[in-house]
T-cell receptor
Framework: QKEVEQNSGPLSVPEGAIASLNCTYSDRGSQSFFWYRQYSGKSPELIMSIYSNGDKEDGRFTAQLNKASQYVSLLIRDSQPSDSATYLCAVNRDISSGSARQLTFGSGTQLTVLP | GAVVSQHPSRVICKSGTSVKIECRSLDFQATTMFWYRQFPKKSLMLMATSNEGSKATYEQGVEKDKFLINHASLTLSTLTVTSAHPEDSSFYIC???????????FGPGTRLTVT
């Protein structure tokens, strides 16, 4: 089982729709969770971070965390063609594991927003 | 968000030469910097983690004598690819995290082509 799993997609949604991206993780000691957006040929860009259970909203983006289910998601409302990118879920392991708090990345979900 | 720069953005070199890539945190002190490489349409692969003033910790399978990492100050880390070969051609990306920051910010990446 991969430490961080994402559906690789591609996920296609029409412009204006809600895009839902999902991520599960295996380490129950994980403490912090991040979503990055990566355009083709570019480096990842941090778009959301979440640390506690529940929802966190920032503009059109909402991150949802459920530690009991080991599940984190990203919702993008009113999707735009410019949102078309690969979205990476990243999890920070428990510092007591001696991991030096490295991020563990999922393989990414490719999102295409169709005009 | 915090800003991380990388230089050069693109480099072409001949086989057997060495290439140095610089990573700078512009508006925060980076206690930890990370170096990744990414092949086309593939996931990020962590190469090494460096803390300011100490030796880098390399991931399994990454040759420390080939990929020299120096984190001499709280704002600068360098990656030197020694005796580069065509198979070292890749997209190299650094990221940085400050003390107390959970978030990790990426530089824009350096595209290395070895001919």
């Amino acid at each position: 089982q991969k430490e961080v799993e994402q559906n690789s997609g591609p996920l296609s949604v029409p412009e204006g729709a809600i895009a839902s991206l999902n991520c599960t993780y295996s380490d129950r000691g994980s403490q912090s969770f991040f979503w990055y957006r990566q355009y083709s040929g570019k480096s990842p860009e941090l778009i959301m971070s979440i640390y506690s259970n529940g929802d966190k909203e920032d503009g059109r983006f909402t991150a949802q965390l459920n530690k009991a289910s080991q599940y984190v998601s990203l919702l993008i409302r009113d999707s735009q063609p410019s949102d078309s990118a690969t979205y990476l879920c990243a999890v920070n392991r428990d510092i007591s594991s001696g991991s030096a708090r490295q991020l563990t990345f999922g393989s990414g979900t490719q999102l295409t927003v169709l005009p | 968000g915090a800003v991380v720069s990388q230089h050069p953005s693109r480099v072409i070199c001949k086989s057997g030469t060495s290439v140095k890539i610089e990573c700078r945190s512009l508006d925060f002190q980076a206690t930890t910097m990370f170096w990744y490489r990414q092949f086309p349409k593939k996931s990020l692969m962590l190469m090494a983690t460096s803390n300011e003033g100490s030796k880098a910790t390399y991931e399994q399978g990454v040759e420390k004598d080939k990929f020299l990492i120096n984190h001499a100050s709280l704002t600068l880390s360098t990656l030197t690819v020694t005796s580069a070969h065509p198979e070292d051609s890749s997209f190299y990306i650094c990221s940085a995290r400050g003390q107390g920051l959970g978030e990790q910010y990426f530089g824009p990446g350096t595209r290395l082509t070895v001919t």
